[in-house]
């Protein structure tokens, strides 16, 4: 390691430094000094012997002459058993108070898995919530986003499925969270024991912008090392809009042509790069993503929804606290739901079919028409659809949900009603008294 | 003499080098990456130069990068190996083989590692076809080697200019590809060693052809609306674009499996890595019908996911460009599926965004629409110099921003390809497969069934969705009773003939015989004048006849339970005929 320091800033915009440096390399880390603490920063462009430096802890309170000294390696994390129940901030130092850990050092940002190594995604993971097991099953190695709006008890579902998946590891990426949503996750993974197996790595809105940036990659290289040590892992990230939103925010600090309102034209490569971390390795463990995407104004098309879209293996819409039956969609299920139980793949469409039914008659109902002895049964099953399937709440497993499925369909039709096929009746019909 | 520069700066995967001595444009480079006491090289290509300074793209991440890092010039272009064994293979953007630089690095790909793309110890049974003292030019045939089904044409190398005259051809035997099986020599008395791999750079079409021909046999897909209402012709250029989530790869493998050509090559361009895996791992289980063997052994595939470098994803689509042609010259009929154009589109628009180009259109580069179109004008067919004809067939599929066609990636596109097959949201959503649009979409190319009938039929389909429309302002009892029937027909060509379900064994592929019977009778029920008292007997005659066409187009052509369903339908579009 040099061990030079500098002591000339040219030029200071945003959280970006310049300054003159010989022999420094891309994405080397420096740690840069100022009267207000210590920060780290990481080189992100070289021009001659001028190198920008992005500076993790912002560029407040540094002056022309803060020393600045360069660390001879790239961003690493460190990795350890002992990273379980702790929470460190995107830098990867810890934000509880604890010891910093002791482990080996891992690059973060790392190379893309060859895709001849991957498998044909097979196994479904439970989550007890029947929307996801039932209607739009979730798949090991499976990236997925949910979309929203700001408001939904986005973090409430990501608590949720973090407490009930059957996965061995757990990490929890916070983008920009409110402190309030961040002390709510982690106050509920504790309560709930399920602490021990999570490892959280959290920005929060009034941390520096650039700590944001990194929180995704460095969730995502532990992940990565602990899935090849034969780990299951799931990885939350809430929320990827303001991830996108702190790349535009450098992106324009950084003078870069916007492509599309404002972000970066490598915004879908950006993105990619991390979603496409989701794996199931041969002979191995497995990364399985979910992360929330809110959606500026309720609005699919913008920029970050649009590009996710592309990229993922489906989406789940949080739309007034309930995933909504329709529009929500994973790729994936048809690898798995043959396999669950027989009656799988009959109760998910019919109860879907069913409940857009009972859709088309609350509009009728709500233009005044008379309801016919159809409509009324319509009408019966929505509401119990809603309120014992629906609901966020509802925490069963699948095989109870299958025959909670059944049994709402028996309560309120006749079997030839729901259009099942009369061998599946036979088998799974509720029978009467 | 290869030239040596030292780079100067660094930004994203582009990087600024002095150099000394010439350097060309396109021309590949490896920068030095110093990696503690190890050295390694990572390929990148000229793209800029400027005085003094080239700028480069790098296809590897160049994190580590310093400026003064050495650059080592290679003077050659960016190119690829051709020759045998390429077919059933798994290759990146930049061809290097994904399934044996697993074997040796593991689950992450390298940075630095570069393998060669055709298996070197492999023996090939190598057939003389020409003899000492015959003049050649570049792409005659000098020799074969048997591929899997396929007689592989050991060719004059493209880059031969003039004529030249066979000194010696090595006797039948088997053969290395390193092997030199041949000896050329021309006026000027040079000689050439013809080995059985040659080099070819990727962004230069392979020109050793007599001409170009217009397109004029039908390319079928054994998918009902291609085939019939939107149809591609071998040789010819098509676009699939649509939004997220509407089809665009189950539509892309579904033509992968069923196209009526001899070799598919599928680039896998910046999209999810799970859809390459499937096609990697279910290909080889599946039988192709022409052949009897497995669908792989006509199968190339080329892999660059949406998380592999930026910049070997725009090489991609030229490498798979270059192996259709490839193939092409041996008088091969080869369908291109590049998935996605946007992507590789986007990675130019990455690539520009960094040399600080003056943006176009959403920040596209000024060339978008020219390196679109030449791109597509690769594809083709052509009389070869033996008077063989081969082709090359090129679909992209298109992912528009938001789903809207009128970005500029869309319709740049669209200024050049010979048939669009737009897929909507609206159809995906209503579960309406394949999902594209009816109405939207057109081709330039002619079918397998009369232009008139293919007329006829969408006119009744636009009919249709106007009756719809109407509907939904005046209600169904402000309906006559003929634009009623109208509507239903429409609906019914919709669900028996354009919808086709990708997962049934039978329904899935409907061969050109069968789409000319069926479409021949379902034409006729169209066409059939038809009275009914009421709109909800017509309702229900309609639902019971899409339920019987639909039963009809899940058994087995020319089946006993063919006919049958066959006469029923008949009896039953009997019954409610009118008799004028």
């Not at chain 1, 603490?37 to 802890?57: E, P, Y």
């Not at chain 2, 600024?16 to 021309?27: C, L, P, Y």
């Not at chain 2, 045998?84 to 630089?101: C, E, Y």
Request: aromatic fraction near 8%.
């Amino acid at each position: 390691m040099r061990n030079v320091a500098y002591h000339r800033i040219e030029r200071i915009a945003g959280s970006v430094i310049t300054l003159r440096a010989e022999g420094v390399a891309n994405q080397e880390l420096a740690q840069v000094t100022s009267s207000f603490g210590t920060s780290l920063a990481r080189v992100i462009r070289i021009d001659g012997d001028m190198v920008d430096l992005q500076v993790f802890a912002g560029a407040r309170g540094i002056s022309t002459d803060s020393e600045v000294r360069f660390l001879g390696e790239p961003m690493k994390v460190a990795y350890s058993d002992s990273l379980l129940g702790r929470v460190f901030n995107g830098a990867g130092k810890p934000r509880d108070n604890g010891p910093e850990v002791d482990g080996e050092k891992i690059a973060i940002g790392g190379p893309s898995v060859n895709p001849a190594k991957r498998i044909i995604p097979k196994t479904m993971v439970r989550t007890g919530i029947p929307m996801i097991d039932v209607f739009n099953t979730l798949v090991v190695s499976q990236k997925l986003p949910i979309f929203s709006i700001a408001g939904e008890p986005y973090n409430e579902l990501l608590a949720r499925i973090a407490l009930q998946a059957e996965v061995d590891v757990i990490i929890l990426g916070g983008m920009g969270l409110k402190h309030d949503d961040y002390l709510y996750l982690k106050d509920y993974l504790e309560k709930n024991g399920a602490m021990s197996r999570t490892v959280m790595f959290m920005h929060t809105a009034s941390d520096p912008i650039v700590e944001s940036l990194l929180v995704p990659d460095a969730s995502l290289a532990v992940a990565e090392k602990f899935a090849t040590d034969g780990k299951n892992v799931l990885v939350l990230l809430t929320d990827m809009t303001n991830f996108a939103d702190a790349m535009k925010e450098i992106a324009i600090t950084m003078e870069q042509i916007p492509s599309n309102r404002g972000y970066p034209g490598d915004l879908y490569s950006q993105l990619a790069a991390r979603y496409e971390k989701a794996v199931d390795f041969e002979g191995s463990g497995s990364i399985t993503i979910l992360a929330v995407t809110t959606m500026p104004g309720d609005d699919v098309t913008h920029p970050v929804p649009d590009n996710t879209g592309y990229i993922t293996e489906g989406q789940f819409y949080l739309r007034k606290g309930r995933i909504e039956p329709f529009g929500s969609l994973s790729r994936l299920k048809q690898q798995v739901n043959g396999k669950t139980r027989s009656d799988h793949r009959t109760i998910m469409n019919t109860m879907i079919q069913l409940y857009a039914s009972y859709k088309e008659t609350l509009e009728k109902q709500s233009m005044g028409f008379t309801m016919s002895n159809w409509d009324q049964k319509l009408l019966k099953y929505g509401v119990r659809f809603e309120k014992e399937m629906m609901d966020l709440s509802v925490n069963i497993p699948l095989e109870k949900a299958l025959d909670l499925g059944w049994t709402i369909l028996a309560d309120c039709f006749a079997p030839e009603e729901t259009g099942i096929p009369t061998k599946m009746i036979n088998e799974y019909w509720p029978k009467k008294g | 003499m290869a030239s040596i520069g030292k780079i100067t700066g660094v930004n994203g995967n582009l990087i600024r080098v002095k150099f000394e001595s010439a350097v060309s444009q396109n021309e590949v480079a490896y920068a030095k990456l110093q990696d503690g006491a190890n050295t390694i090289p990572l390929k990148s290509e000229v793209i800029r130069i400027r005085g003094d300074y080239a700028e480069l793209q790098v296809f590897e991440d160049t994190t580590g990068l310093k400026a003064g890092d050495e650059v080592e010039f290679t003077g050659e272009l960016l190119s690829v190996e051709l020759g045998p064994g390429l077919l059933t293979q798994v290759f990146d953007g930049l061809q290097n083989p994904l399934p044996k630089l697993a074997e040796e690095c593991g689950f992450f790909l390298q940075r630095g590692k570069y393998l060669k793309a055709l298996p070197r110890d492999k023996k090939w049974a190598f057939t003389p076809v020409a003899k000492a003292g015959d003049v050649v030019v570049a792409g005659d045939t000098l020799g074969t080697v048997p591929e899997g089904v396929f007689t592989h044409r050991i060719m004059v190398p493209f880059k031969a200019l003039g004529k030249w005259t066979v000194e010696s051809v090595v006797a039948a035997g088997e053969h290395v590809v390193e092997d030199v099986v041949a000896v050329l020599k021309n006026a000027a008395g040079e000689k050439l060693d013809v080995k059985m791999v040659q080099t070819w750079p990727v962004k230069m079409p392979i020109k050793a052809f007599e001409e170009r021909l217009r397109p004029s046999k039908p390319l079928t897909m054994q998918q009902r609306i291609i085939d019939t209402f939107f149809p591609v012709m071998q040789g010819g250029t098509f676009c699939t674009p649509g939004p997220f989530g509407a089809g665009k790869t189950v539509l892309q493998q579904l033509m992968s499996r069923y196209a009526d050509v001899d070799i598919v090559i599928l680039a896998a361009c910046g999209e999810r890595a799970g859809e390459v895996v499937e096609t990697l791992r279910e290909f080889p289980e599946l039988i192709d019908p022409r052949t009897g063997k497995s669908l792989m052994d006509r199968t190339l595939i080329i892999c660059n996911t949406s998380s592999m470098p930026v910049a070997a994803r725009e090489a991609s689509v030229y490498t798979g460009v270059t192996l259709a042609e490839y193939y092409r010259q041996m008088g091969l009929n080869v369908l291109l599926l590049a998935d996605s154009t946007s992507r590789w589109a986007q990675a130019l628009r990455e690539q520009s965004g960094r040399l600080e180009e003056i943006p176009g259109e959403e920040a596209f580069p000024a060339y978008l629409e020219s390196v679109i179109a030449a791109f597509y004008e690769r594809g083709g067919v052509v009389r070869l110099k033996d008077g063989k004809t081969g082709s090359v067939t090129i679909c992209g599929s298109v992912s528009p921003a938001g789903g809207n066609f009128e970005e500029p990636v869309t319709q740049a596109t669209l200024k050049v390809v010979g048939a669009f097959l737009g897929l909507s949201r609206e159809r995906s959503d209503q579960r309406r497969f394949p999902a594209i649009h009816p109405l939207d979409s057109w081709s330039k190319y002619e079918g397998i069934i009369d232009v008139k009938k293919v007329e006829d039929a969408r006119k009744i389909l636009a009919g249709g969705v106007d009756v719809n429309n109407m509907m939904k302002v005046v209600g169904e009892e402000g309906t006559s009773i003929e634009d009623f029937i109208l509507y239903l027909k429409s609906e019914y060509l919709d669900a028996v003939y354009l919808q086709q379900d990708a997962y049934h064994e039978i329904d899935a592929a409907c061969s050109a015989d069968r789409q000319k019977y069926v479409f021949d009778k379902v034409y006729t029920i169209l066409k059939t004048p038809m009275t009914f008292t009421e709109k909800d007997a017509a309702r229900s005659f309609f639902l019971k006849l899409t339920q019987a066409t639909k039963d009809w187009n899940r058994v087995a052509f020319d089946s006993q339970e063919f006919k049958d369903l066959e006469s029923s339908i008949f009896a039953s579009v009997k019954g409610v005929t009118a008799n004028a």
